[in-house]
């Protein structure tokens, strides 16, 4: 017999990149008295990892949960970037509904029609939030026209349609349900949670199963499973079957050892769970995304979509280079293959494979940035290793032929940068597909194109927009191989022997191009320094000093104007490296070298090609 479990909602808050999710579930555990009066909150407090925090993404989804009127809410706040969608599919399978933020000023984003398509392929209800309100530019009327449209665009059927809208600004700490009434605190929100957000069902005499939907990871008790009981109650010391909808060979008896539930930041230990709780479960080693746990004598696992592949590799390479092992903590095959393998535990789009080589392995992932956010994080803990160039991941379709990913890049720009935009997103293999007038003077641009032919463009588009433009890209199937790209115009500038950079060195160099370092730096011969304007590679002496004679005085040195180096960040010098160059990686400095070191071979192998 199917019940509803009345006193618990079970919600995830869905929406794109800055459209303030995180900031909406900070105002909701606030005003939920999760926090005691005098207690210290960081902002954004769901955003709990360094990198997180600093760049202002949500790169894993949260759980987190209040009581109002008591009634349990659970809230799941999601990444908004499209390299994270994997996480968001996944989180919907544990609620009954979804929260959809949208700007009150940049209105429908991509990013919002792929979440919102997935929420409503599972025929979950929407409350549709309108955040920043308070944005002088603010045009609600307009953006819920929007949503509507979207909606219909989806296809959704006629009781999505029918959903309310709530006009909030999460940093001001109000919501409304009347667009032009600004209101005093959160509570229409948290009532319009419990009157449309359906209660979670289940049948609480049946065998147990829960669907486990994410996987924490801690260093005492080894990985955490997260999910939702949706039959039958699970009890600590419980013995259960382990299955998997996909690989139907997976049968194992496990034991729940602890059993969680959320409360506010908190997991709380507990005895059992019944219907519709979200838990966490530990004690099992080698659980899974997509592992049901059931009772033994009734086992049925959950169906469940599969995880989308990678799309994107490098290489991550043992540091070879005549600096290694002088800056980093950790240095050997044996610590990189560890560190990289302990990533599994809780990244799931993520692959490593070994390779030929000992020393090298294929890292695969779902875009630039997933990547770049995994080797900033062991940068930081005392890692030192070397990366190669991200290429794509190409398939064969049924007669053989190539096939490669394929992205829909939505660009907006101000007027003036649309030629410049279409003109070298063209070059790099893109097709037009549609373009619009938006509001205030902006030009929005669709396009279908490869996706290496985004590789290294964002800094470029950067540049080309005078910071103005905003670039979003959605995954799009694979398509058929679109020809060869040349990702870079320019050649290098290669340090010719090794020593410390010197300002009469550089001087003479600058004229050559752009220099990356500036006098003092340690160089080695091979290390690109800057960047010509020429096509080819360009070799300097950067070391090179000041012959002295009665003639020539040391202190006429000092007239020497150096232009500042263009200090790249770890995003700017992925993207500037070309297929023959790797990025040397250290806690303390990111330098960019030739694979082949010694000029005469590296020639050799040049002409070869």
Same mark, same amino acid.
């Given at each position: 017999?199917?019940?509803?479990?009345?006193?618990?909602?079970?919600?995830?808050?869905?929406?794109?990149?800055?459209?303030?999710?995180?900031?909406?579930?900070?105002?909701?555990?606030?005003?939920?008295?999760?926090?005691?009066?005098?207690?210290? !909150?960081?902002?954004?407090?769901?955003?709990?990892?360094?990198?997180?925090?600093?760049?202002?993404?949500?790169?894993?989804?949260?759980?987190?949960?209040?009581?109002?009127?008591?009634?349990?809410?659970?809230?799941?706040?999601?990444?908004?970037?499209?390299?994270?969608?994997?996480?968001?599919?996944?989180?919907?399978?544990?609620?009954?509904?979804?929260? $959809?933020?949208?700007?009150?000023?940049?209105?429908?984003?991509?990013?919002?029609?792929?979440?919102?398509?997935?929420?409503?392929? @599972?025929?979950?209800? !929407?409350?549709?939030?309108?955040?920043?309100?308070?944005?002088?530019?603010?045009?609600?009327?307009?953006?819920?026209?929007?949503?509507?449209? @979207?909606?219909?665009?989806?296809?959704?059927?006629?009781?999505?349609?029918?959903?309310?809208?709530?006009?909030?600004?999460?940093? #001001?700490?109000?919501?409304?349900?009347?667009?032009?009434?600004?209101?005093?605190?959160?509570? %229409?929100?948290?009532?319009?949670?419990?009157?449309?957000?359906?209660?979670?069902?289940?049948?609480?005499?049946?065998?147990?199963?829960?669907?486990?939907?994410?996987?924490?990871?801690?260093?005492?008790?080894?990985?955490? #499973?997260?999910?939702?009981?949706?039959?039958?109650?699970?009890?600590?010391?419980?013995?259960?079957?382990?299955?998997?909808?996909?690989?139907?060979?997976?049968?194992?008896?496990?034991?729940?050892?602890?059993?969680?539930?959320?409360?506010?930041?908190?997991?709380?230990?507990?005895?059992?769970?019944?219907?519709?709780?979200?838990?966490?479960?530990?004690?099992?080693?080698?659980?899974?995304?997509?592992?049901? $746990?059931?009772?033994?004598?009734?086992?049925?696992?959950?169906?469940?979509?599969?995880?989308?592949? %990678?799309?994107?590799?490098?290489?991550?390479?043992?540091?070879?280079?005549? @600096?290694?092992?002088?800056?980093?903590?950790?240095?050997?095959?044996?610590?990189?293959?560890?560190? $990289?393998?302990?990533?599994?535990?809780?990244?799931?789009?993520?692959?490593?494979?070994?390779?030929?080589?000992?020393?090298?392995?294929?890292?695969?992932?779902?875009?630039?940035?997933?990547?770049?956010?995994?080797?900033?994080?062991?940068?930081?803990?005392?890692?030192?290793?070397?990366?190669?160039?991200?290429?794509?991941?190409?398939?064969?379709?049924?007669?053989?032929?190539?096939?490669? %990913?394929?992205?829909?890049?939505?660009?907006?720009?101000?007027?003036?940068?649309?030629?410049?935009?279409?003109?070298?997103?063209?070059?790099?293999?893109?097709?037009?597909?549609?373009? #619009?007038?938006?509001?205030?003077?902006?030009?929005?641009?669709?396009?279908?194109?490869?996706?290496?032919?985004?590789?290294?463009?964002?800094?470029?588009?950067?540049?080309?927009?005078?910071?103005?433009?905003?670039?979003?890209?959605?995954?799009?199937?694979?398509?058929?191989?679109?020809?060869?790209?040349?990702?870079?115009?320019?050649?290098?500038?290669?340090?010719?022997?090794?020593?410390?950079?010197?300002?009469?060195?550089?001087?003479?160099?600058?004229?050559?191009?752009?220099?990356?370092?500036?006098?003092?730096?340690?160089?080695?011969?091979?290390?690109?320094?800057?960047?010509?304007?020429?096509?080819?590679?360009?070799?300097?002496?950067?070391?090179?000093?000041?012959?002295?004679?009665?003639?020539?005085?040391?202190?006429?040195?000092?007239?020497?104007?150096?232009?500042?180096?263009?200090?790249?960040?770890?995003?700017?010098?992925?993207?500037?490296?070309?297929?023959?160059?790797?990025?040397?990686?250290?806690?303390?400095?990111?330098?960019?070298?030739?694979?082949?070191?010694?000029?005469?071979?590296?020639?050799?192998?040049?002409?070869?090609?």
């Amino acid at each position: 017999m199917n019940q509803k479990r009345e006193d618990v909602r079970n919600v995830a808050i869905i929406a794109h990149v800055d459209h303030g999710k995180t900031t909406l579930v900070d105002e909701l555990l606030k005003q939920s008295g999760v926090f005691r009066e005098n207690q210290e !909150v960081a902002e954004r407090v769901m955003d709990s990892n360094d990198i997180e925090r600093e760049r202002g993404i949500t790169i894993l989804s949260k759980n987190t949960a209040i009581t109002y009127k008591g009634t349990k809410i659970n809230i799941i706040d999601t990444p908004g970037h499209a390299d994270f969608g994997g996480e968001v599919e996944r989180v919907l399978k544990m609620v009954n509904g979804v929260i $959809l933020v949208v700007d009150a000023f940049e209105g429908a984003m991509p990013q919002t029609k792929f979440v919102l398509r997935k929420a409503l392929e @599972l025929s979950l209800p !929407v409350i549709v939030c309108v955040n920043k309100i308070d944005r002088p530019e603010a045009r609600c009327a307009e953006v819920v026209d929007e949503v509507l449209e @979207l909606f219909i665009d989806l296809e959704a059927d006629e009781s999505q349609l029918d959903c309310p809208f709530v006009f909030a600004s999460a940093r #001001g700490g109000y919501a409304s349900l009347d667009m032009d009434k600004e209101g005093t605190d959160m509570i %229409p929100l948290f009532d319009t949670i419990l009157d449309y957000i359906p209660a979670p069902e289940g049948d609480p005499d049946a065998g147990t199963q829960v669907l486990i939907s994410t996987i924490d990871y801690n260093e005492y008790v080894g990985r955490i #499973g997260v999910g939702k009981v949706d039959n039958g109650s699970i009890k600590v010391n419980q013995d259960v079957v382990m299955v998997n909808h996909h690989e139907p060979d997976k049968m194992r008896k496990v034991k729940v050892s602890k059993l969680y539930e959320f409360d506010g930041l908190n997991k709380v230990e507990v005895k059992e769970a019944g219907i519709g709780s979200i838990v966490a479960i530990s004690g099992i080693s080698d659980i899974h995304i997509g592992d049901t $746990l059931c009772s033994p004598d009734d086992v049925k696992p959950i169906p469940f979509q599969k995880i989308s592949e %990678p799309t994107i590799a490098m290489h991550f390479v043992v540091n070879d280079s005549p @600096l290694a092992g002088t800056e980093g903590k950790y240095v050997t095959s044996r610590h990189l293959r560890d560190r $990289l393998f302990r990533e599994l535990n809780t990244d799931v789009s993520l692959r490593v494979e070994e390779t030929e080589n000992m020393d090298s392995f294929k890292v695969s992932g779902r875009g630039e940035l997933h990547l770049s956010v995994l080797i900033e994080n062991m940068r930081r803990e005392g890692y030192e290793f070397a990366v190669s160039k991200a290429e794509v991941l190409y398939k064969e379709d049924e007669n053989g032929k190539k096939t490669e %990913p394929m992205e829909l890049a939505y660009v907006d720009v101000p007027d003036e940068f649309s030629g410049a935009v279409i003109q070298k997103l063209s070059a790099r293999k893109g097709e037009l597909l549609n373009m #619009g007038t938006g509001s205030g003077g902006y030009t929005r641009l669709e396009f279908s194109i490869p996706s290496r032919g985004l590789i290294g463009y964002r800094g470029e588009f950067m540049t080309d927009t005078k910071g103005n433009g905003i670039l979003n890209t959605i995954f799009d199937g694979y398509g058929p191989y679109k020809g060869d790209l040349n990702y870079r115009a320019n050649g290098s500038l290669i340090a010719f022997e090794a020593g410390e950079a010197i300002t009469y060195g550089l001087f003479n160099a600058q004229e050559r191009g752009t220099l990356f370092i500036g006098p003092g730096e340690k160089v080695y011969s091979g290390m690109v320094v800057g960047e010509t304007g020429r096509a080819e590679d360009i070799e300097i002496n950067v070391c090179k000093t000041k012959h002295l004679t009665n003639t020539r005085t040391s202190s006429s040195d000092e007239a020497l104007k150096l232009v500042p180096p263009k200090v790249l960040s770890l995003e700017q010098a992925l993207d500037f490296i070309d297929t023959d160059e790797l990025l040397e990686v250290t806690p303390q400095s990111l330098r960019i070298r030739k694979k082949i070191l010694d000029p005469t071979l590296r020639k050799r192998a040049g002409f070869k090609k």
